[in-house]
């Protein structure tokens, strides 16, 4: 499904060191060892730093939905609702919004969720853990970048419809995702993508008195 894009785009080495950090199944326990929290921080300064986040936190700033307009600080919001960890099921703390959204997730041993990133898709069928179903509808965002809805399994567990960005880099996911869930949760943000109307969808997790990102994507 992906293979016009294996040569084109070079996936980013920072996201793909964070690939093995995480464990799909939402009922066991994450622990992240320092190497590993490193490895987050490193992906975070590169998406910070980035003309797209940095477009969006002034964008936030003006709208007062964020206080401070020190990038430091900027940071350590965007870290919280996107790697903050929290619990999917009972007694367990094994998700987060950046794993969610820009990995894979199991739900009780039988339901795929999230994978929302057409970077981890890419791999994944790579290493034949996907199998592409066929797509419903796609739209050509332009730049190479494709807004498509689709249906596929992951090890074996089918998700009848998912939607992706395919083409985007993260920085841009990341950006266009943390300004609609800062400015609409729970509610549809609508944006225009090379000349496209294109509707995110972001959802609030509370967890420990937090809102955090629960999910977030992109819709046609």
Known sequence: FLTPYYKAIAP???LLQLYDNYEPDTRIDEHFTPIES???????DI????????EAMGFLHAKGRIVSSDPDEQKILVKKIWFNP?????????SSGFEHVFLAEIKNGTKMSGLHNWIY?????KAGSIDYMGYIEKVDLGNKVILVEFRFSFNGIIKPISSMLIGAS???EMSLYTMCFLLRPNEVCPVT???QKVNIKTYTLKYKGEDLIGSAFSTI
């Open 193 to 195: 993508l090379g000349g």
């Open 38 to 44: 490193r490895e987050e921080n490193e992906f975070l």
């Open 121 to 125: 898709f890419m791999e994944q069928e």
């Open 12 to 14: 980013p080495p920072k």
């Open 47 to 54: 998406v910070m730093v980035s003309g797209v986040m940095k």
């Open 170 to 172: 993260p920085e841009l």
């Open 86 to 94: 929290y619990s999917r099921s009972p007694g367990k703390v094994g």
